[in-house]
């Protein structure tokens, strides 16, 4: 095979595979000897803030001297990065994503082993679980200290779940979404997720006491988690956003104490991301507790160098375009109250486009109200929701919309008259923001 024969085999893997489980990509371990168990591995889940949350400890591990995988998905830029290494060099954080000449070797690896189980009539993998596999190989090959490895979707039967032990289970915010899959409510997707905790492991949470007293809503979340680690017999800890005592935000990034820490500066911007942070931190607390070196300096030269993109991103000055995947509700939730934190009686516009399998309707009900304009297209995704069907929704919350099929036409409208608004939203599916990136010529 070449590269592209490669990425065919991968990606057709979901013609034949078997039920979602751990069934397939247990004997595909099992035949390349478990490279899973010489690695040390952090396992984040959860709906919102999985990648951030991954993205702020992968960063203060590298900082502080440690070559770090990640496994991540969905992408924005390139399929290659969703198995990606970070260190540091000459005091810059490097994120190498794997090269195509590894990806070759082993998915020819993973072929071979395949065969073998197509020949035997097993359940065989999906593509998921032949990724989760090539990530195993690939960050046993880079000699990876540390492992950050994002669930795919829910925690239980996901392919990353196939991992014995964990140095950490770390837990995002956990909401509505994949509810086909997941259940149709916030307990039952809760317990899908706590699917991930280990025997007698640590597991470190996001707050949702006081995420839902803001909200106005029943934590539900909290007292699923605690049971699962008390039968698991695992260490328990929440982030406290109560421990906050400051926290000021700008264009130009964040500042907040938390606890002991005092002034420690983030880039990334977004209401969510202090809480997101203190998660972070709190996971490289229960890391130095294992005796692993984390020095203070690591901790806030890494918080400040995280990059993540797609993420309340802004990519051009004058007016500010700024991009997000926010995709369910509580995304869209999130990403209204930043908006009205940071662009407050702004006139803005927005480009927007949805998989139909989303929540399109509640994502929005709280951000079209905002917009001066919207332009809805169709992501480039064999789930997306068309353009038109999204215009008719949109037109129950906003007066001013218009159709573009693809997110360049959409550009290419929204250019012409850019000028007469504060800011350009472009938000929705992830899927789509390399064209973003593509049009403005970003590399």
Not at 73 to 97: A, F, G, H, W
Not at 277 to 304: H, P, Q, R, T
């Amino acid at each position: 095979m070449n590269y592209e024969e490669a990425r065919k085999f991968i990606a057709g893997a979901n013609e034949k595979a078997g039920e979602m489980g751990i069934e397939a990509i247990g004997y595909l371990l099992d035949s390349l000897g478990h490279p899973e168990r010489k690695l040390k591995f952090i396992h984040v889940g959860g709906t919102n803030g999985k990648g951030s949350i991954s993205a702020y400890i992968a960063y203060m591990l590298a900082n502080a001297g440690y070559k770090v995988g990640r496994y991540i998905s969905p992408t924005v830029r390139e399929y290659r990065e969703r198995i990606q290494c970070l260190e540091v060099q000459n005091d810059k954080t490097i994120s190498t994503m794997i090269d195509e000449t590894s990806y070759l070797k082993l998915t020819n690896t993973l072929k071979q082993v395949y065969e073998k189980m197509e020949e035997e009539k097993v359940s065989l993998p999906s593509e998921f679980e032949l990724e989760t596999v090539l990530g195993f190989l690939y960050f046993l090959q880079e000699q990876c200290d540390f492992v950050l490895l994002e669930v795919g979707m829910g925690g239980r039967i996901d392919a990353t779940n196939v991992i014995e032990q964990s140095l950490c289970t770390v837990f995002a915010s956990i909401s509505m979404d994949h509810m086909n899959f997941l259940g149709d409510t916030q307990e039952k997707i809760a317990m899908e997720k706590a699917g991930i905790i280990k025997e007698n492991g640590t597991v470190v949470c996001y707050d949702y006491g006081s995420w839902s007293r803001e909200r106005g809503e029943e934590d539900v979340i909290s007292p699923v988690l605690q049971k699962v680690s008390f039968e698991k017999q695992a260490k328990l800890v929440f982030s406290d956003y109560r421990q906050v005592t400051k926290e000021e935000h700008s264009m130009n990034g964040i500042v907040f104490s938390y606890k002991e820490r005092k002034d420690l500066k983030v880039s990334l911007l977004g209401d969510h991301q202090v809480r997101n942070a203190i998660v972070a931190l709190e996971v490289v607390d229960a890391l130095k507790e294992k005796g692993i070196d984390i020095s203070e300096k690591a901790i806030g030269k890494g918080l400040l160098d995280t990059c993540w993109e797609g993420r309340f991103q802004v990519i051009r000055n004058n007016p500010y375009y700024i991009i997000d995947g926010a995709h369910n509700e509580d995304a869209a939730r999130s990403l209204r109250r930043t908006i009205d934190m940071y662009l407050p009686d702004k006139k803005i516009a927005c480009i927007v486009g949805i998989l139909a399998d989303k929540e399109y309707d509640k994502v929005l009900s709280y951000l079209a109200p905002k917009m001066a304009k919207m332009i809805t297209i169709t992501p480039d995704n064999p789930r997306a929701l068309p353009a038109m069907k999204l215009k008719v929704v949109a037109e129950k919350y906003c007066g001013n919309v218009v159709a573009a099929e693809t997110v360049e036409q959409g550009l290419e409208m929204i250019g012409k008259e850019d000028k007469e608004y504060d800011a350009i939203l472009v938000f929705g599916s992830l899927y789509y923001l390399k064209h973003v990136y593509d049009y403005f010529s970003m590399g």
